[in-house]
């Protein structure tokens, strides 16, 4: 099945951009999600792409994607305190109801 | 106007016991899911339902059951609580079983002494 990894932390100081990777194995995978979770919260969906879409860019997020090395990137710029939370990727082939989540990135912004 | 929610939010039990969990959304989805989520934050799909019916079973064990009166609704049953069922669960759901973003719930903690 589909095995998707992530980094466990990663810290910036606030300003700085944000850049959280994630790779996964299944090469038809078709739908690729970045999630957030806040502190004692759920996920809630950021951001989206498509196999077919290199990269996406929405406000301060861009979601690269390079399907060869089978590898997907979060990039928040300008990072704030309040981008403080856990990211998920998650990824789902077309065949498949549910994706599959990494085990989350938790994100440090400090001053 | 909240979308997914859960109760309880925290649940603190004793090994043994029988609990339920319940879940309702109010978005008009056909599609709901639990999802289990262990203190390494790993999260795993447990079961989903699309208009009431079970379509994805993973290999949970039996004393876990979901029931579904409505399509709004899916509630989760634990029979006989272990140890390693203390992990938080969450709901979510989406408009079909097709490639919709998922709403998730905010979560239950279960706590299994």
């Known amino acids: 099945g589909e095995d998707v990894e992530q980094s466990l932390f990663l810290s910036v100081r606030e300003g700085d951009s944000s850049v959280i990777n994630c790779t996964y194995t299944?090469?038809?995978?078709?739908?690729l999600y970045w999630y957030k979770q806040e502190p004692g919260a759920g996920l809630q969906l950021l951001t989206y792409?498509?196999?077919?879409?290199d990269m996406k860019q929405d406000q301060r997020l861009t979601v690269l994607l390079n399907k060869k090395d089978k590898h997907l990137s979060l990039r928040i710029a300008d990072t704030q305190t309040g981008d403080s939370a856990i990211y998920f990727c998650a990824v789902r082939s077309g065949g498949s109801y549910i994706p599959t989540f990494g085990r989350g990135t938790s994100l440090i912004v400090h001053p | 106007d909240t979308a997914v929610s859960q109760t309880p939010k925290y649940l603190v039990t004793q090994m043994g016991n029988d609990k339920s969990i319940k879940c309702e959304q109010n978005l008009g989805h056909d599609t709901m899911y639990w999802y289990k989520q262990d203190s390494k934050k790993f999260l795993k799909i447990m079961f989903s339902?699309?208009?009431?019916?079970?379509?994805i079973n993973e290999t949970v064990p039996n004393r876990f059951s979901p029931k579904s009166p409505d399509k709004a609704h899916l509630n989760l049953h634990i029979n006989s609580l272990e140890l390693g069922d203390s992990a938080v669960y969450f709901c979510?759901?989406?408009?079909?079983?097709?490639?919709?973003?998922?709403?998730f719930g905010p979560g239950t903690r279960l706590t299994v002494l």
């Open positions: 339902y699309n208009n009431k019916e079970l379509i």
């Open positions: 792409i498509f196999s077919n879409m």
């Open positions: 299944d090469s038809s995978s078709t739908y």
């Open positions: 979510a759901s989406s408009l079909d079983s097709g490639q919709n973003e998922q709403f």
